[in-house]
């Protein structure tokens, strides 16, 4: 199976303590964010993944190189300018092999069963299947509405604070849909999934409840660094 990260952004809320790379690429006990992404991954047999990068994204290139040393192959997508998600994700869906792929944000970390989005899309003859997170405070975010496995709405806006989903940015997408994503800087969130929605495309997902993080900003990167060192993931 094949995936593709997305590690083209500038990372600038995490500037302050991680300045001289990619934030994928910030050190977590000596090694890169993005390596227990990639090693997750490989346990759950992607076997290739297509590195969507921009920033110093020869860093990435220069740490990863054909990926043998990490279980997998890897290759490399590079942006001249910024894309967007989903103009990265067709800028790297050029160098996909099979009809579908799952994309994934390469600053997070998720616990979870892959192979269900795959079963999932397949039983439900879906376009897209998408993975929602729970919140405590849905106000802070745009929500997403899942109704029998389908999505029914997706970035709503809602100002009182209360529990709900909203989306967790790993998508399984299929050729198809991706050869839909007009050429330039184009936004996956507020441009196309909404368009597809409008347009009656089968959007489908479910709600993980396994372990998350964003490292986007300081504090969760800390935190990811205090559980790596209290063992809260292993391999």
């Known amino acids: 199976m094949e995936a593709i990260l997305l590690a083209g952004g500038l990372g600038t809320r995490l500037r302050s303590v991680v300045s001289d790379r990619p ?9 890169p964010f993005m390596e227990y992404v990639v090693r997750e991954l490989a346990m759950q047999g992607i076997d290739q993944i297509i590195f969507a990068v921009g920033y110093k994204g020869t860093m990435v290139e220069e740490y990863f190189g054909d990926g043998k040393a990490f279980g997998i192959k890897a290759l490399y997508a590079y942006e001249e300018t910024l894309l967007g998600t989903a103009g990265a994700i067709k ?9 579908q792929v799952l994309v994934l944000n390469a600053d997070t970390f998720y616990r979870m069963d892959y192979g269900r989005l795959v079963r999932q899309r397949q039983e439900q003859n ?6 929602l997170r729970q919140v405590e405070d849905v106000s802070r975010y745009g929500q997403a509405v899942l109704t029998g496995g389908l999505l029914t709405g997706f970035n709503e806006k809602t100002s009182r604070k209360r529990p ?8 399984l997408m299929t050729r ?14 507020n441009d196309m999934i909404p368009r597809w929605l409008s347009e009656g495309r089968r959007l489908g997902g479910f709600v ?18 205090e559980d790596v060192k209290k063992g809260v993931l292993t391999w």
Do not use: C, H, W
Not at 23 to 31: C, D, G, N, S, T
């Open 176 to 189: 198809q849909l991706i050869d839909r994503v007009p050429q330039g800087k184009v936004s996956l969130e």
């Open 208 to 225: 993980n409840d396994g372990y998350f993080i964003d490292i986007g900003i300081p504090k969760d990167y800390f935190r990811f660094m």
């Open 164 to 171: 709900g989903t909203i989306n967790g940015g790993v998508y």
């Open 126 to 131: 879906l376009d897209m299947a998408l993975v």
């Open 23 to 31: 934030k994928p690429m910030a050190l977590i006990e000596e090694k």
């Open 91 to 99: 800028n790297g869906a050029r160098l996909m092999k099979g009809d």
